[in-house]
């Protein structure tokens, strides 16, 4: 099945830098790459997401990043503000039919400091 | 807002009990996820339901279980609850097609096992 492994656990940055978040991922055969941003107590909230034939994607201050040959893929945050701050966590599926659960990294800790 | 509703907020119980989990997707969608997230542990996959029935199995033990009705409102039970069963637990709901596989999650239900 598929595993999801995610880099930094924890990231601490200067307000108006970039952060870069990373994950690996096992399976060849996903297709769908989506991030998920979560507050203390709230719900994950779909920040960006990508798909197995796209390289990259921009909204905004957000970016991901895609290599299916190193099966690797990035978030980039720049210009980072306060209200960055927050658990950032990747996942891939192989999504098909009716089906696509998601496998999750374990998530990074993103502190922004003012 | 996600659109997809959870009740109830907050659930405490005693080891040894049975409680009912309740999850509304959004307008349209015909999956919806289980998803269980404790600290040491991150998101974890418990199950899909598509339509009525279940699509994919991930970790869900067998003192738990879940169905989805014909309004495709789902329902998750977890009976001889345990200490460790503690945890925040989050539906996710999506359209499951070729087009689009995001999956959008309510505010969860943290259940407290005492």
């Known amino acids: 099945g598929e595993n999801v492994e995610q880099h930094p656990s924890t990231l601490s940055v200067q307000e108006g830098d970039s952060a870069v978040i990373k994950c690996t991922y096992s399976d060849s055969a996903s297709n769908y790459f989506p991030w998920y941003k979560q507050e203390l107590g709230k719900r994950p909230q779909l920040i960006i997401d990508?798909?197995?034939?796209?390289g990259e994607k921009k909204d905004q201050r957000i970016a991901v990043t895609l290599n299916k040959t190193a099966k690797h893929f990035s978030l980039h945050i720049t210009e980072t503000q306060p209200e960055d701050s927050a658990v950032y966590f990747c996942?891939?599926?192989?999504?098909?039919?009716?089906?696509?659960?998601?496998?999750f990294g374990k998530g990074t800790k993103l502190s922004v400091k003012p | 807002d996600s659109g997809v509703t959870q009740t109830p907020k907050h659930l405490i119980t005693a080891t040894g009990q049975r409680v009912t989990l309740r999850c509304s997707p959004r307008s349209g969608d015909l999956s919806v996820y289980w998803y269980q997230q404790s600290l040491d542990q991150g998101l974890q996959f418990l199950i899909q339901y598509y339509n009525g029935e279940e699509r994919a199995k991930g970790n869900i033990l067998e003192r738990f279980s879940a169905q989805q009705f014909p309004d495709l409102h789902s329902e998750l039970n977890l009976s001889s609850l345990e200490l460790g069963d503690s945890a925040l637990y989050f539906c996710a709901s999506s359209v499951n097609s070729g087009l689009s596989y995001e999956q959008y999650f309510g505010p969860g239900t943290r259940l407290t096992v005492t």
């Open positions: 990508i798909r197995s034939n796209v």
């Open positions: 996942a891939a599926i192989l999504a098909s039919g009716s089906q696509g659960n998601l496998i």
